[in-house]
């Protein structure tokens, strides 16, 4: 049962659907947070959010961009899966980031990643900067783990599923305060607006009435 001051934590993966590790993560760590009741969990899976590679950046956005902005606002927390790629992190994840501002500004965020010998540890390091320029705070924790050994049913050898349990907990225990604290914080004093927020909702810079010029706004969006 969820808790009266429960967070609502948003699960964000670039394909669940995909046979492996996505999906194994995902059902493994929204499980995990399902039965705390501490959390509302929400998957938010991009392949089915079509987001496009391109688009202006000074107008409302697409009617997919405009879709997903509901759903990553309303969340108090997030937990990010990314597999690691050539040291870095899948480029559709970086995309769907780059679409929105404000949606994830003042609120934690968590990662499972994995890999081969780094097990998605560069990946994370990656996002971590990323995600505090958009004034998120990064949880200390992270799950992460090698490919080759997931610690998820049937396989998983002891060690590695021991030490991932530990951090997930202490992830969760983390996102957990963090979702809380920052709620009541932002519903005290509302976080800073951006002007692509902004934009969708048909005001570029965030002053009523609009006097942007189009270099106004690139200016902003670029801050």
């Given at each position: 049962m969820l808790r009266e001051d429960g967070a609502r934590l948003a699960i964000v993966v670039d394909d669940v659907r995909r046979a492996g590790l996505n999906r194994l993560a995902t059902?493994?760590?929204?499980?995990?947070?399902?039965?705390?009741?501490?959390?509302?969990?929400?998957?938010?899976?991009?392949?089915?959010?079509?987001?496009?590679?391109?688009?202006?950046?000074?107008?409302?956005?697409?009617?997919?961009?405009?879709?997903?902005?509901?759903?990553?606002?309303?969340?108090?927390?997030?937990?990010?899966?990314?597999?690691?790629?050539?040291?870095?992190?899948?480029?559709?994840?970086?995309?769907?980031?780059?679409?929105?501002?404000?949606?994830?500004?003042?609120?934690?965020?968590?990662?499972?990643?994995?890999?081969?010998?780094?097990?998605?540890?560069?990946?994370?390091?990656?996002?971590r900067q990323v995600f505090a320029h958009l004034h998120m705070v990064t949880v200390r924790d992270a799950v992460s783990f090698r490919a080759h050994e997931a610690p998820f049913p049937p396989g998983g050898r002891p060690a590695v599923v021991e030490r991932c349990e530990r951090a997930a907990a202490a992830m969760l225990d983390q996102l957990s305060w963090w979702a809380r604290a920052l709620?009541?914080?932002?519903?005290?004093?509302?976080?800073?607006?951006?002007?692509?927020?902004?934009?969708?909702?048909?005001?570029?810079?965030?002053?009523?009435?609009?006097?942007?010029?189009s270099d106004d706004t690139t200016r902003n969006l670029s801050e």
């Open positions: 059902e493994w760590i929204s499980g995990r947070a399902h039965v705390r009741g501490d959390f509302q969990v929400d998957v938010l899976d991009l392949a089915e959010a079509w987001l496009p590679a391109f688009g202006p950046t000074d107008g409302p956005g697409t009617d997919e961009v405009r879709a997903l902005a509901p759903w990553l606002a309303a969340a108090d927390a997030f937990v990010l899966i990314t597999p690691e790629r050539n040291r870095s992190f899948p480029g559709a994840l970086k995309n769907a980031i780059d679409w929105y501002d404000q949606e994830w500004q003042a609120k934690p965020i968590g990662f499972v990643s994995y890999g081969e010998a780094t097990e998605g540890l560069c990946a994370v390091t990656q996002l709620r009541e914080a932002r519903k005290k004093h509302p976080y800073g607006v951006r002007a692509r927020t902004q934009a969708r909702n048909g005001n570029a810079c965030g002053r009523t009435p609009c006097h942007c010029t």
